[in-house]
């Protein structure tokens, strides 16, 4: 069983940038697409990203618009998710997930964004 623990956000103005990142736990972990998601406050899951488990082919919802990145180090058991040009609409719990609709997901870390 792979468990994530999410880290890195924080409170950042407009326009900033945040890296976000994920620990997973066991070994299996280089077996799994992993997957970004986001809730913000009073809204369901949002899927941000997709990245798959050996060749790094990547996928992006529409609402990234090219400002974030997702990478993954299989030797660390680690998922990031680089954010740049943050907007106040970005604000909102993120989770890295195995799934899509965010199986498996951590606790979350609060990522505010500043006007």
């Known amino acids: 069983e792979v468990r994530l623990v999410e880290s890195g956000g924080g409170l950042v103005q407009s326009g900033g940038s945040l890296r976000l990142s994920c620990s997973a736990s066991g070994s299996t972990f280089r077996l799994y697409f992993m997957h970004w998601v986001r809730q913000a406050p009073g809204k369901g899951l949002e899927w941000l990203s997709t990245i798959a488990p050996y060749d790094n082919v990547t996928d992006y919802a529409d609402s990234t618009e090219g400002r974030f990145t997702i990478s993954r180090d299989n030797a660390k058991n680690m998922l990031y998710l680089q954010m740049n040009s943050l907007k106040t609409e970005d604000t909102a719990v993120y989770y890295c997930?195995?799934?899509?609709?965010?199986?498996?997901r951590g606790p979350g870390t609060q990522v505010t964004v500043s006007s």
């Open positions: 997930a195995l799934d899509r609709n965010g199986g498996g």
